[in-house]
């Protein structure tokens, strides 16, 4: 009697324990099959379809660092084109100042229009970086060109040389330009807190640590803020509290030709201080031709932007998501593969001189 009274407080404990097992066990398998599903969606909306078709009627917004730079004019142009060819349609819509602050207000009003994609050059790496954020939450495609923003505030930047290359350059155009003896170098830049120019000057000055430049001396770093009269200025102060100064290397096609005016217009330094950097062959050429600039360099900015136009529309029409390896057509400008970081290289800069200056038209 005892021992079937036993047996059966046994049989209940077992029963209780297994029931028990069961409920935890269909609780886990629930739980697999929730992370499962989740994770599949989720990589279901980030998957690329090389396949996919390029989508007509795209609407994209192209945002320069500023209206009314050639240079940057140049590169809107370019963006442009490529939507239109694919039969899309982008509007420009910039800052009349190179800060981060009119670019941050503008592109909240954008974000609510929700755009397909936004192509972008930036003002400053991070200040930009939540309200691009919240434009990739709601669906809009991200893609900086010329000036990154964080990393993981857009999906493709396009880098119209590598930074790395483009900092020895201007590092070789220091010494070049110093000429046998070197001697004092300043930076002109554009604002404080550009993105390229920073990353480009960082280099520099790395690379002028190097041995062969130990007898060039960066005396100072100047901010034009990419805007035509500031950098005039800015040129003639570095001029007056400098006068040992070589060479103004200015990495903003807004300083060089600002710094290459002032410099021509005063016989005291004309052809005797040389100005170098980054400039556009046509702002450039009659410097170059009046003896003020021996070189300067820069990519093409029309394709630049045309890769970023090419890049946006893959991206919003699925074909990419901006993960290394990825491949898609861009256009005249062929096959193009994203990189480490999302990041697509253009190619190498061209060095203008007197001797090919003439053979550039942009
Ligand atoms: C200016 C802008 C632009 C830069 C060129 C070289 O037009 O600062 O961002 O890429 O110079």
Same mark, same amino acid.
């Given at each position: 009697?005892?021992?079937?009274?036993?047996?059966?407080?046994?049989?209940?404990?077992? /029963?209780? =324990? *297994?029931?028990? @097992?069961?409920?935890? %066990?269909?609780?886990?398998?629930?739980? !697999? #099959?929730?992370?499962?599903?989740?994770?599949?969606?989720?990589?279901?909306?980030?998957?690329?379809?090389?396949?996919?078709?390029?989508?007509?009627?795209?609407?994209?917004?192209?945002?320069?660092?500023?209206?009314?730079?050639?240079?940057?004019?140049?590169?809107?142009?370019?963006?442009?084109?490529?939507?239109?060819?694919?039969?899309?349609?982008?509007?420009?819509?910039?800052?009349?100042?190179?800060?981060?602050?009119?670019?941050?207000?503008?592109?909240?009003?954008?974000?609510?229009?929700?755009?397909?994609?936004?192509?972008?050059?930036?003002?400053?790496?991070?200040?930009? /970086?939540? =309200? *691009?954020?919240? @434009?990739?939450?709601? %669906?809009?495609?991200?893609?900086?060109? !010329? #000036?990154?923003?964080?990393?993981?505030?857009?999906?493709?930047?396009?880098?119209?040389?590598?930074?790395?290359?483009?900092?020895?350059?201007?590092?070789?155009?220091?010494?070049?330009?110093?000429?046998?003896?070197?001697?004092?170098?300043?930076?002109?830049?554009?604002?404080?807190?550009?993105?390229?120019?920073?990353?480009?000057?960082?280099?520099?000055?790395?690379?002028?640590?190097?041995?062969?430049?130990?007898?060039?001396?960066?005396?100072?770093?100047?901010?034009?803020?990419?805007?035509?009269?500031?950098?005039?200025?800015?040129?003639?102060?570095?001029?007056?509290?400098?006068?040992?100064?070589?060479?103004?290397?200015?990495?903003?096609?807004?300083?060089?030709?600002?710094?290459?005016?002032?410099?021509?217009?005063?016989?005291?330094?004309?052809?005797?201080?040389?100005?170098?950097?980054?400039?556009?062959?046509?702002?450039?050429?009659?410097?170059?031709?009046?003896?003020?600039?021996?070189?300067?360099?820069?990519?093409?900015?029309?394709?630049?932007?045309?890769?970023?136009?090419?890049?946006?529309?893959?991206?919003?029409?699925?074909?990419?998501?901006?993960?290394?390896?990825?491949?898609?057509?861009?256009?005249?400008?062929?096959?193009?593969?994203?990189?480490?970081?999302?990041?697509?290289?253009?190619?190498?800069?061209?060095?203008?001189?007197?001797?090919?200056?003439?053979?550039?038209?942009?």
């Amino acid at each position: 009697m005892r021992d079937s009274r036993w047996g059966r407080f046994l049989a209940l404990l077992f /029963a209780v =324990v *297994l029931g028990a @097992a069961v409920i935890t %066990g269909c609780g886990s398998t629930k739980d !697999d #099959s929730n992370e499962g599903s989740g994770g599949s969606a989720a990589s279901g909306e980030t998957k690329a379809d090389a396949g996919a078709a390029i989508k007509k009627g795209l609407n994209v917004v192209v945002m320069p660092k500023q209206l009314g730079n050639p240079y940057e004019e140049l590169e809107n142009k370019g963006t442009v084109a490529a939507i239109e060819e694919t039969g899309g349609s982008a509007k420009i819509q910039g800052p009349t100042d190179a800060s981060a602050s009119s670019q941050v207000s503008l592109l909240r009003s954008i974000t609510q229009q929700k755009p397909d994609a936004i192509v972008l050059a930036a003002n400053d790496p991070n200040a930009i /970086a939540p =309200v *691009l954020k919240q @434009a990739m939450q709601r %669906g809009v495609k991200v893609v900086t060109q !010329d #000036s990154d923003a964080a990393k993981d505030a857009r999906q493709i930047f396009i880098n119209q040389a590598t930074t790395q290359s483009i900092g020895v350059q201007l590092a070789k155009q220091a010494k070049e330009t110093a000429g046998p003896d070197g001697g004092e170098v300043a930076v002109l830049s554009a604002t404080a807190n550009a993105p390229n120019q920073n990353a480009w000057i960082k280099i520099m000055q790395d690379e002028l640590k190097k041995p062969g430049y130990e007898n060039i001396k960066v005396v100072k770093v100047a901010y034009g803020d990419d805007d035509d009269q500031k950098s005039f200025q800015q040129a003639q102060g570095l001029l007056r509290a400098y006068p040992k100064l070589k060479s103004i290397v200015s990495p903003t096609t807004v300083g060089i030709a600002a710094a290459a005016r002032y410099v021509s217009s005063k016989p005291a330094y004309k052809g005797k201080v040389a100005v170098t950097g980054l400039g556009t062959p046509n702002q450039m050429s009659k410097f170059v031709k009046d003896g003020t600039v021996q070189q300067f360099a820069l990519w093409n900015p029309e394709d630049v932007g045309y890769l970023g136009g090419w890049a946006a529309a893959a991206l919003a029409s699925g074909q990419i998501t901006g993960k290394e390896g990825e491949t898609f057509k861009a256009g005249k400008l062929g096959d193009k593969t994203i990189g480490a970081d999302g990041e697509i290289v253009l190619g190498p800069p061209t060095t203008f001189t007197k001797d090919n200056i003439d053979d550039f038209d942009f």
